[in-house]
């Protein structure tokens, strides 16, 4: 069952890669068309590692022995989700915008309204790998994702 979920999961975590390649490539064939923002491409890169690193983590998920359809479909929307969060930080229409400090701001409540509900999402995904794996995160964990989830709140 597991590689049957890696698949399409894949498919979309590779599309969200995707999503934030082709933006990049815009900004590199057509340099002028948008002056670019260092922090909008602070958040390209946190996004593009952290779709890499979804994929990894979530091979733990091969140690799941009985999968229901809500589990699944609920990775399913983790994956979704990721997608959502690099989709945002690219617009398919760039011409009413001078810059990418315009269209992030613009975005701003739409990027963060997605990544607290991501960092909700990665909770509950991190709990369902087991309390043995939770508890190997230490406190750490659970409070880096409170203080990124204050801090995306403020930022809306």
Not at 6 to 25: E, F, P, R
Not at 53 to 80: D, K, P
Not at 104 to 112: K, Q, V
Request: net charge positive; glycine share 6%.
């Amino acid at each position: 069952m597991f590689e049957y979920v890696v698949v399409l999961t894949g498919v979309v975590i590779g599309l969200a890669l995707t999503h934030l390649m082709q933006g990049i490539a815009r900004i590199v064939e057509q340099p002028s068309r948008m002056r670019i923002w260092w922090l909008h491409l602070g958040w390209v890169g946190y996004m593009f590692v952290n779709a890499v690193f979804w994929w990894w983590w979530e091979f733990r998920l091969r140690l799941i022995t009985s999968w229901s359809f809500q589990f699944y479909a609920f990775v399913l929307g983790y994956a979704f989700l990721i997608y959502l969060i690099c989709a945002v930080l690219f617009p398919s229409d760039a011409a009413p915008f001078q810059s990418f400090k315009d269209y992030f701001m613009a975005r701003r409540r739409w990027f963060f309204g997605l990544l607290i509900a991501w960092l909700a999402v990665d909770f509950f995904d991190t709990w369902a790998k087991g309390s043995v794996y939770f508890a190997s995160l230490g406190i750490e964990y659970p409070i880096a994702q409170a203080g990124l989830a204050l801090l995306s709140l403020w930022a809306c």
